[in-house]
């Protein structure tokens, strides 16, 4: 047999296959974006070899038949899918397509909308009456699901009245979801009561919807939005925002982010607009959709195969990947702790191509269970780190089960077995967006991302984790170190980029800290460097000496001592005044200090103690010129012990040097809003924070109003 005709039958098969996973079991097997271009690859062949279609092919029908204990119910009429569309391009193709199709039309108004990521229904009512709600099924025939619908509180029961009146049977067409947050509770709950946590809203909304008892569902955060009309009598409708405008009339829910728009140049700009604003939308949404807003045009325009052709889903990149494990590596920090990591062929996960995926902690590894030449599904959304969602054990003989190193990838030191916490930033779904090891930092970044509902989630890993012991000799714990020590918020030494450095290291021209203010000693070598000029060397050198002059708690925080983040190096600073003081402080003495407990005083302890890091620091110390902690007394100031908080976005001053200046005026600057707040700094766009303020009567103050507060105090 010839060999597409071959691979077009096993397509059908397939399709056949994730079909009933997926519509009639709640269970997928593969990604959507899988599932996806299983499709196109169908599509086109059928569009190459029209003869070959037979009614059983998938792109003939739009679902499966439902396999339940609900009775079935026929749709009056045929609930459509829409076509789908990837760029602009394909966007461009549908409104010259549909242009044609009409022959006499030049311009069209088109209505926008969200694609809701949810479970589609269609709820009949007669003369105002909710008599049925059926799921879309085959897109012919769905489920009975009245008594579940009727547990909705936003589907009214009874039609309000207005202007239009009721028709004596309308079929409206929507969509079932579960907000963001809403989901994020029951899923919390599932877990304290034991109970199977739900993938995504979609599937927890779909499960809920065919609940057999309704007493389940009537517990379950579902919504509604309605997005269009099947059968209608008695009443007619001229433009589709005629349409939603009698919904909303009639009581029913209205996405408001829905518009009626003038060219399809207007429809892209509305696809960039959410797409921007995607993670500030409360609900999962996969795209957007395009209709011709004219209920005449769109009779005129009618339908083919599976969809109308007066519409288009404009889908974002998918946000969920397959692709092959190539290799797990244990990646070594600047603190020694080793991260499984998995090496990935590329591959494009909502538009931005993914290569590596941490896979975090022994406990992760375990679970996932990932061994070279399996497939992985890859899952991330806006800046969300990419997550290995599940893996596809590869067929036959898989891999190697990964199992903990006994010595270091790096050095080949032992390594040994530790615990950690560490601070996780997640988005308002509790999807992971940033990782942080000191509490201070994630605060930080909250307070940078002012306008997004973020929070942070503490995780201890419960498991040991392993750690190098090899300290001083490991290459990617002195390239960590380093790294950190030249950062913009430690010594701040411009021209050391990560390549130039890794080159020092291995030149062995840095090994330690001091070697790094006795570079002039190797110019010749340096100016000899690739893509490393005399006037790179003449700046980088120049940068250094200027690093020389540093506030002790930034040198402090520079060293990276664990558990020593900005904070707590400035509480050192301030409370024990100079770096001899610091480096003797007892137990007792570091325990004194605000902020400083236990487990932080004895980092400190053993790292003073340490006698390479005596050493070091012995060499280090002739070349610094360390500014002491300002003299002025911050008693007297009127900011002495206020608590501050800063939000949105400042024009005259950047924040950092703002927050410098507080501190040295004795505040306190926090990262939330609470009832110790005493004063909220608001910059423009402010967002939560400053409704909070209000809320609790928090001073405010703008951004031009600081000169006088900063005078004043
Ligand atoms: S219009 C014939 N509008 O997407 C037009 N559909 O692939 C079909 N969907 O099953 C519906 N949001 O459930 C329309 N704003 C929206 C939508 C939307 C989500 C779903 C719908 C349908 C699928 C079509």
Redesign the pocket.
């Known amino acids: 047999m010839n060999i597409t005709r071959e691979r077009y039958q096993e397509l059908q098969h397939q399709i056949r296959d994730h079909d009933h996973a997926y519509y009639t079991l709640d269970n997928p097997t593969i990604s959507d974006h899988e599932y996806d271009s299983l499709f196109q690859e169908l599509l086109s062949i059928e569009t190459d070899n029209p003869l070959w279609i037979s009614p059983e092919s998938p792109s003939q029908r739009v679902g499966v038949k439902p396999e339940s204990d609900f009775s079935t119910f026929k749709h009056y009429k045929s609930?459509?899918?829409?076509a789908n569309a990837f760029n602009d391009k394909d966007i461009f193709d549908f409104h010259e397509r549909t242009l044609k199709n009409l022959t006499d039309a030049k311009k069209l108004q088109y209505f926008c909308?969200?694609?809701?990521?949810?479970a589609?229904v269609s709820l009949i009512y007669e003369d105002g009456i909710l008599v049925r709600g059926v799921t879309?099924g085959d897109g012919s025939v769905g489920e009975d699901i009245t008594s579940n619908i009727r547990t909705i509180k936003s589907i009214p029961l009874i039609l309000k009245e207005s202007r239009k009146p009721f028709p004596r049977l309308i079929e409206i067409?929507g969509?079932i979801f579960i907000r963001k947050a809403a989901f994020k509770r029951l899923n919390q709950l599932a877990e304290q009561e034991g109970q199977k946590i739900f993938a995504n809203p979609r599937n927890a909304a779909a499960g809920s919807l065919r609940q057999l008892d309704p007493m389940i569902t009537n517990v379950r955060p579902l919504d509604f939005?309605a997005?269009?009309v099947g059968a209608c009598e008695g009443v007619s409708f001229l433009v589709l925002d005629e349409v939603f405008d009698t919904f909303a009339g009639w009581g029913l829910p209205i996405?408001k982010l829905n518009a009626m728009v003038d060219s399809i140049d207007d429809c892209l700009q509305y696809f960039k607009d959410i797409e921007a604003t995607r993670d500030q939308i409360p609900f999962d949404i996969d795209g957007v959709?395009f209709?011709v807003a004219s209920l005449e045009l769109q009779a005129d325009l009618g339908e083919i195969a599976r969809?109308?052709r007066w519409?288009i889903?404009h889908k974002f990149a998918a946000e969920e990947a397959v692709t092959t494990i190539e290799n797990i590596e244990f990646q070594v920090g600047r603190t020694g702790i080793l991260t499984p990591v998995a090496k990935l062929t590329s591959v494009n996960v909502g538009g931005v191509n993914v290569s590596k995926c941490t896979l975090h902690n022994m406990d992760e590894l375990k679970r996932l269970d990932p061994r070279v030449g399996d497939e992985a599904v890859i899952k991330r959304a806006g800046d969300v780190i990419p997550k290995m969602i599940r893996v596809i054990p590869a067929a036959g003989v898989r891999g190697s089960v990964v199992l903990a190193p006994k010595f270091c990838p790096s050095c080949n030191s032992k390594v040994f077995i530790n615990f950690q916490t560490d601070w996780l930033i997640v988005n308002s779904a509790n999807e992971p967006i940033k990782k942080f090891s000191s509490l201070y930092e994630a605060n930080l970044y909250l307070s940078d991302h002012p306008h997004r509902e973020l929070q942070i989630k503490e995780i201890k890993i419960s498991s040991p984790f392993i750690k190098c012991s090899g300290r001083n000799l490991c290459p990617e714990i002195i390239q960590g170190k380093f790294t950190h020590f030249v950062s913009r918020k430690a010594m701040d030494i411009d021209g050391l980029g990560q390549e130039i450095l890794d080159s020092l290291i291995s030149k062995k021209f840095i090994q330690e800290y001091a070697d790094i203010y006795s570079l002039n000693k190797h110019r010749l070598e340096l100016e000899g460097l690739e893509r490393f000029g005399k006037k790179s060397v003449d700046n980088l050198i120049e940068s250094i000496k200027k690093s020389a002059q540093v506030d002790l708690f930034r040198f402090l925080f520079a060293l990276g001592i664990e558990e020593v983040g900005e904070t707590t190096a400035r509480n050192l600073a301030s409370h024990l005044h100079d770096f001899k003081t610091i480096s003797q402080a007892s137990f007792d003495e570091l325990l004194a200090i605000p902020d400083i407990g236990p487990r932080v005083a004895s980092k400190i302890k053993d790292y003073f103690d340490d006698e390479e890091n005596q050493r070091q620091l012995t060499n280090i110390l002739p070349h610094l010129d360390l500014i002491l902690p300002s003299a002025i007394s911050t008693q007297g100031s009127r900011l002495s012990g206020l608590h501050i908080a800063i939000t949105g976005k400042l024009i005259l001053m950047p924040r950092d040097e703002l927050k410098e200046l507080l501190i040295q005026k004795g505040a306190k600057i926090t990262s939330t809003v609470s009832k110790k707040t005493n004063v909220l700094i608001a910059g423009e766009n402010a967002g939560s924070k400053l409704i909070k303020a209000n809320e609790l009567d928090v001073k405010i103050i703008t951004e031009d109003q600081i000169g006088n507060f900063l005078n004043d105090a």
């Open positions: 609930m459509l899918s829409l909308e969200p694609k809701m990521d949810g589609a879309r067409r969509e939005f997005h269009g996405n959709v209709k969809s109308p519409a889903a």
